[in-house]
């Protein structure tokens, strides 16, 4: 696993999935899960960190695109724990607006400073329409949906738990929208080193 990291910026490790539990509420937790027996087939990512602008001059692997909506500063977690055929993806947030809802997905593609450089949806079974807008793919079994909303202090949490694997190096990151629901305006992105990852670069496609 490549995984870009910027002191002070941001964390990340790979954890046996035996340690720890992904999920709930409230503030983004630090640190790294720990504890447990060490599943031989499992595996886990845990990366944090706090958004700053593209143009920003330390680089961050989280982007904002609207300031007003991720203020800089503002702090996003990512956990996965995947194997034996399921994946669960936890996000919990901090920093944002007070009691908004937002929309959150993983991405094919990273971050970039255009907010259309992260692709599409990771989809399971993959649409071969793209966009894609049709509902029988765009749905929340098929990919992986965070949708939050924030409590009085910005914080806000999201899991999605699901029955299959992502495909090596085709889900790289998490999206934040501006809206709750399958789409909207992209406010906000996290390059994840998502497991599994592929050893070759591969192109996404948008939606």
């Known amino acids: ?40 087939g499992g595996y886990g990512v845990r990366v944090a960190a706090r958004f700053s602008p593209p143009n920003a001059f330390v680089a961050s692997p989280a982007l904002t695109y609207d300031m007003k909506l991720v203020p800089a500063g503002a702090r996003i977690e990512v956990v996965q724990r995947g194997g034996h055929g399921r994946v669960s993806v936890s996000v919990r947030v901090e920093g944002l607006v007070a009691g908004r809802a937002y929309g959150a997905h993983v991405h094919q593609g990273e971050c970039g400073g255009d907010p259309a450089a992260a692709g599409g949806h990771y989809q399971h079974r993959e649409d071969p ?79």
């Not at 999206?175 to 497991?195: D, N, Q, S, W, Y």
């Open 1 to 40: 696993m490549v995984a870009r990291i910027v002191a002070g910026a941001v964390t990340a490790a790979v954890l046996a999935s035996g340690g720890g539990t992904a999920g709930g509420s409230g503030k983004a937790a630090g640190g790294t899960a720990g504890g447990g027996t060490a599943d031989p």
């Open 129 to 207: 329409v793209r966009p894609s807008m049709d509902p029988a793919y765009a749905n929340p079994a098929n990919e992986v949906w965070l949708g939050f909303t924030t409590d009085a202090q910005g914080a806000g949490a999201a899991t999605s738990r699901q029955s299959w694997e992502f495909r090596p190096g085709e889900a790289r990151s998490v999206v934040l929208h501006g809206m709750p629901g399958g789409a909207g305006a992209r406010i906000a992105c996290f390059t994840v080193p998502f497991e599994p990852v592929s050893s070759e670069p591969r192109g996404h496609r948008g939606r």
